[in-house]
């Protein structure tokens, strides 16, 4: 069966500190891969999606960048982070695009 | 961007009775799905519909879909106290990268 790991669930960092969040996915061969941010009490806005290696597509111009260095991997990086950077980031994949997405547990990032 | 706007904002309940939610979006869409956050976790995916669909059920939920309206509608029978949490619509564009586009969702609180 499929699984997608999420790490790490909790994070404080620092502003103009650096950020990776790692997601990977178990169980599928090719999938598509988001990432999401989720402001408290609100909606996901969605970040980045891939399609495959080293294809990413931005949806939200900001000092966030994405990457996909392995087929089931997907990045979430930040070369210095902002205090409007806080909020819980979610990583999700499907096997087919418009398909239902099956999401990680996410994490809690808090930039002080 | 966000394409769905959803209401209520917030539903409270008793146990037993039933929960309705209604999400509007603004443009054409392949599918629009539901999915279900508890607290502090990942989402999970409840019901698709497509947009050549106009009444789909699962279970105790059953959903809608007009198209002519831009709207759907999630509809929760016999509610129990663990279907508290929060309900997303969310749309999906198979012609970009299968991205899904959130409502601000509902949150439900169903008391014993």
């Known amino acids: 069966s499929q699984t997608i790991h999420q790490w790490p669930a909790t994070l404080v960092q620092p502003v103009g500190s650096p950020l990776s969040l790692e997601c990977t996915v178990e169980?599928?061969?090719?999938?598509?891969l988001y990432w999401y941010r989720q402001a408290a009490g609100r909606g996901l806005q969605l970040l980045f999606y891939?399609?495959?290696?080293?294809?990413i597509s931005s949806e939200v111009p900001q000092n966030l960048s994405a990457s996909r260095p392995q087929d089931r991997q997907f990045i979430l990086s930040s070369k210095k982070l902002l205090l409007s950077d806080s909020g819980f980031y979610l990583c999700?994949?499907?096997?087919?695009?418009?398909?239902?997405?099956?999401f990680g547990d996410g994490t809690r990032l808090s930039i002080l | 961007s966000q394409q769905g706007e959803e209401d209520p904002q917030a539903l409270s309940i008793q146990e037993g009775e039933n929960a309705t939610m209604n999400c509007s979006y603004k443009t054409s869409i392949n599918n629009l799905q539901w999915y279900r956050q508890n607290s502090g976790r990942g989402l999970v995916h409840l019901i698709l519909?497509?947009?050549?669909?106009r009444e789909k059920h699962s279970g105790r939920l059953r959903v809608t879909l007009d198209t002519s309206k831009k709207s759907s509608s999630l509809l929760i029978t016999a509610s129990r106290a663990a279907d508290t949490a929060s309900y997303f619509c969310?749309?999906?564009?198979?012609?970009?990268?299968?991205?899904?586009?959130f409502g601000q969702g509902t949150e439900l609180s169903v008391k014993p």
């Open positions: 969310a749309t999906a564009f198979y012609n970009q990268g299968g991205k899904l586009i």
């Open positions: 169980g599928t061969s090719n999938p598509n």
């Open positions: 519909i497509r947009s050549n669909e």
């Open positions: 891939s399609v495959g290696i080293g294809q």
């Open positions: 999700a994949w499907t096997e087919l695009p418009g398909q239902p997405q099956h």
